[in-house]
């Protein structure tokens, strides 16, 4: 499985964190950081294009972005035809948009979540699976926006 990363400034130390947990918890896990790569000043639209763009080429399987809050990241990616990127703060919000939303991108926010929660948000999307049925024609409906 193939995974982008990308934050700006705000979400960079949690992506980073997830980056470590990542490779300590699967090695077949591949990992492609589409920065930044510090805590300095930059523009979250670029990063979270670069992310999205990555995961609608079908260059990465998933993505995850960060940001301080993962609101801004998250509305840079859904700007992706073919993007369905949840903002999730509660590993019931990471399980749920896997299996209603097939959410092939969530965001995280530096700013307003721990490290271990975004690990165990993370890992909850990814154990997850799209449950279909009615849901099928929801993700079409979005799909076709």
């Known amino acids: 499985m193939i995974i982008a990363l990308a934050s700006d400034h705000g979400g960079y ?61 998250s509305i840079a990616a859904n700007k992706v035809k073919g993007i369905r990127c949840g903002l999730c703060t509660s590993v019931e919000m990471a399980t749920l948009t896997k299996q209603h939303n097939n959410a092939n991108m969530i965001a995280l926010g530096g700013r307003t979540t721990s490290p271990e929660l975004a690990c165990d948000i993370v890992d909850a999307w990814l154990d997850s699976e799209f449950m279909g049925m009615h849901h099928t024609k929801r993700i079409e409906m979005l799909d076709n926006m």
Do not use: N, Q, R
């Not at 992506?15 to 950081?33: F, N, T, V």
């Open 13 to 73: 130390e949690l992506k980073e964190k997830i980056k470590e947990h990542l490779k300590e918890k699967d090695s077949s896990i591949e990992l492609l950081d589409f920065g930044t790569d510090s805590t300095a000043s930059v523009d979250y639209p670029i990063y979270g294009k670069a992310c999205a763009e990555a995961v609608a080429k079908k260059d990465a399987d998933l993505g995850i972005v960060c940001c301080g809050t993962g609101i801004g990241i």
